[in-house]
């Protein structure tokens, strides 16, 4: 047994050397610091000093004592729970769109609806758009076209600045699994078309559902990772738009939360415990994605 | 060509009303920024607030110039700084993910399915988890205020390696076979036959690399701390962060940011289309 496992190493030892580099910088970068995040997550750590063993105290710091953690919580969930599956249908909903066009407009839509997806700097100028004074596009118009006479604090109001946060990610969610549902509709065998057609499928919805989309189910799957992992991890727009910390808390998130205590308190055990529930919760709904949209 | 039969001209018509709309959704703020980018001061602080740009000056770019150049370093710097790391860290990616790819995707040995999971498994949580332990990795290894604390994490990514295993597993078994009969070993194989039959995908993670390192202002906040080893995104971040009497200068740079991205995804669109297609999770 283990003489054929030697064998078989030995007969690939190329196959290894060409993994080796990539497996490295691999292990370093994410195996390692994610098995120390949990080590970490278990201890005091200042950096200055060594860490030091407490048990549980930080998950219980966080679950019973810290209510900013709960409100962050309690935000990225709405936040998530909202924009996830809203983007994911977007991007399958217009891809879908898309893939009936002709190629040469095709290529150009793909261009509008990905752009904001390719650069992480231009979604500041939302600040200009969603300005809480007279001087904010939005309220400009509105207050011209008469609809509403004071102007409205869209970013620093905290009823609402969470939903405003949710538009502009909407709005640079087209990305990656939008790209991969284009490409999956096109991988499509055209003759189950005609045989669906055949078989009484009447209208593009009937096709989408019987035979499109079970046809591409790696590519949904791929996918739904993807928009999971994003809009859990939502951070840039709410520090870069509405600022660090956001009026009550209303737009803290749990990656802002971990931030805070990592980088500006360097409380690095705590920190670490975050980052391992934030680990926790999106790989949990991750696998139970993959379950869900599993082929058959 | 698409059967068409089942399509009604009303579905038609109503699809097309609706791409155009959010089309212009997706659109106007893009458009923004460029007119930002060359509105006049006076323009930018309008009531009511215009949309076009009247008198379009480049003012707000010699700010831009200006402004960066009153720190430490020229501005020329900062650019070098984001092409150096862009272009090395791109580089390092293709080749090495690839590098690694191709025994994933075409030799079955003791541990590839072990390690292709461990790499699926790592696309289920965000980059922010690794953040805090990365940080004392790299202080251990003395990466800290280093072009490398930029460059090895990018190479050693995940979403590019995933990629291209899977574009790979096209490549038909018998070229592979017929360079092995003719005595090539797998390096040669991998740069000789895989890398050339693999174009699309290659040109993908150039584009996906660089779109990522060229606009990462988070890692280079947190590893960076001599001003002249700073990426053009991070001094960005700053200038944005200056509020509204920076207004003009950061619309300036939010369009220097998008122009690169958007000129690669143009040049290798046909191409990143062609490799996501291959890009599934198999249950």
Redesign the interface.
């Known amino acids: 047994m283990l003489k054929n496992?030697w064998r078989?190493?030995k007969?690939?030892k190329?196959?290894?050397?060409?993994?080796l580099?990539?497996?490295?910088?691999?292990f370093?970068?994410?195996?390692?610091?994610?098995i120390?995040?949990i080590f970490?997550s278990f201890t005091n750590y200042n950096?200055i000093q060594s860490p030091r063993f407490i048990g549980w105290s930080n998950f219980k710091r966080l679950f019973l004592e810290d209510d900013i953690f709960l409100i962050a919580i309690q935000n990225t969930f709405k936040f998530a729970l909202i924009t996830g599956p809203i983007s994911y249908f977007a991007c399958l909903f217009?891809a879908w769109?898309?893939n009936?066009?002709n190629p040469k407009v095709r290529?150009i839509?793909?261009?509008?609806?990905?752009?904001?997806a390719?650069?992480?700097?231009?979604?500041?100028?939302?600040t200009?758009?969603f300005s809480g004074d007279?001087?904010?596009?939005l309220n400009?118009?509105l207050?011209?076209l008469g609809i509403i006479k004071e102007p409205i604090y869209w970013l620093q109001d905290p009823k609402i600045n969470l939903y405003v946060l949710m538009i502009i990610q909407l709005?640079m969610s087209?990305g990656?699994s939008f790209?991969?549902f284009?490409?999956?509709f096109?991988?499509i065998d055209?003759s189950l078309?005609?045989a669906g057609?055949i078989d009484g499928?009447?209208?593009?919805w009937q096709?989408l559902w019987y035979i499109t989309l079970p046809s591409?189910?790696?590519?949904?799957?791929?996918g739904a990772?993807?928009q999971?992992?994003?809009s859990?991890?939502v951070?840039?727009i709410s520090a870069?738009l509405i600022g660090f910390p956001s009026p009550l808390y209303s737009a803290h998130t749990i990656?802002l939360h971990?931030?805070d205590y990592?980088?500006i308190r360097y409380e690095?055990g705590y920190?670490?415990a975050i980052?391992?529930i934030?680990?926790i919760i999106?790989?949990t709904i991750?696998?139970g994605v993959?379950k869900i949209l599993?082929?058959d | 060509m698409?059967?068409t039969?089942?399509?009604?001209l009303w579905?038609n018509l109503i699809?097309t009303i609706?791409?155009i709309l959010?089309?212009i959704?997706?659109?106007l703020?893009?458009v923004?920024?460029i007119m930002?980018a060359f509105k006049p001061l006076d323009e930018?602080?309008?009531?009511?607030?215009r949309?076009f740009v009247r008198r379009p000056t480049l003012k707000n770019f010699t700010d831009l110039f200006y402004l960066m150049g009153t720190s430490f370093v020229p501005f020329s710097r900062y650019i070098f700084n984001s092409i150096f790391v862009s272009f090395l860290g791109t580089l390092g990616h293709v080749l090495?993910?690839s590098?690694?790819a191709?025994?994933?995707a075409k030799?079955k040995?003791?541990g590839?399915n072990f390690?292709f999971n461990?790499?699926i498994?790592?696309?289920?949580?965000?980059?922010?988890?690794?953040?805090?332990?990365?940080?004392?990795?790299m202080?251990k290894?003395r990466l800290l205020d280093s072009y490398f604390a930029l460059i090895?994490?990018y190479?050693?990514a995940?979403?590019g390696?995933f990629l291209m295993k899977q574009f790979m597993e096209q490549i038909p078994d018998s070229y592979i076979e017929s360079a092995r009969i003719d005595g090539a070993?797998?390096?040669k194989i991998?740069w000789y036959v895989v890398m050339p039959n693999v174009k699309p995908a290659w040109l993908t993670l150039i584009l996906?690399a660089f779109?990522d390192i060229w606009?990462?202002?988070?890692s280079p906040s947190?590893y960076i701390h001599n001003e002249a080893l700073k990426p053009f995104?991070l001094a960005?971040?700053y200038i944005?962060q200056g509020g509204f009497v920076r207004?003009g200068a950061?619309?300036a740079?939010?369009?220097l940011?998008?122009l690169p991205?958007?000129i690669i995804?143009?040049i290798t669109?046909?191409n990143?289309?062609?490799?996501?297609?291959s890009?599934?999770?198999?249950?």
Not at chain 1, 21 to 26: G, K, R, S, T
Not at chain 1, 109 to 116: I, K, N, Q, V, W
Not at chain 2, 44 to 49: R, S
């Open positions: 496992l078989e190493i007969k690939n190329e196959s290894y050397l060409l993994i580099p990539y497996f490295i910088l691999f370093i970068f994410i195996v390692m610091p994610v120390m995040g970490l950096i217009f769109l898309i009936e066009l290529a839509a793909t261009l509008f609806y990905y752009a904001p390719l650069s992480s700097a231009v979604f500041f100028i939302w200009y758009i007279i001087y904010g596009l400009g118009i207050m011209s709005w087209l990656t790209l991969a284009i490409a999956g096109q991988t055209r078309y005609e057609a499928i009447r209208n593009r096709e591409m189910k790696p590519q949904l799957i791929f990772i993807l999971v992992t994003a859990f991890a951070s840039d870069t990656v971990m931030w990592g980088s690095m920190a670490s980052a391992v934030l680990f999106t790989v991750n696998q993959r599993k082929p | 698409r059967n039969a089942y399509r009604s579905g699809i609706i791409l959010v089309a959704f997706m659109a703020p893009l923004y920024s930002n930018l602080f309008l009531f009511p607030p949309f090495i993910a590098m690694a191709y025994p994933l030799n040995f003791p590839s390690l461990l790499v498994f790592s696309l289920m949580f965000s980059g922010y988890v690794t953040n805090i332990p990365r940080f004392i990795i202080a290894l090895l994490p190479i050693g995940t979403l390696l070993n797998e390096f991998w996906f779109r606009n990462d202002s988070y947190l995104s960005l971040s944005q207004a950061s619309a740079a939010a369009v940011m998008l991205s958007i995804f143009i669109q046909s990143v289309m062609e490799t996501m297609k890009a599934g999770i198999k249950g």
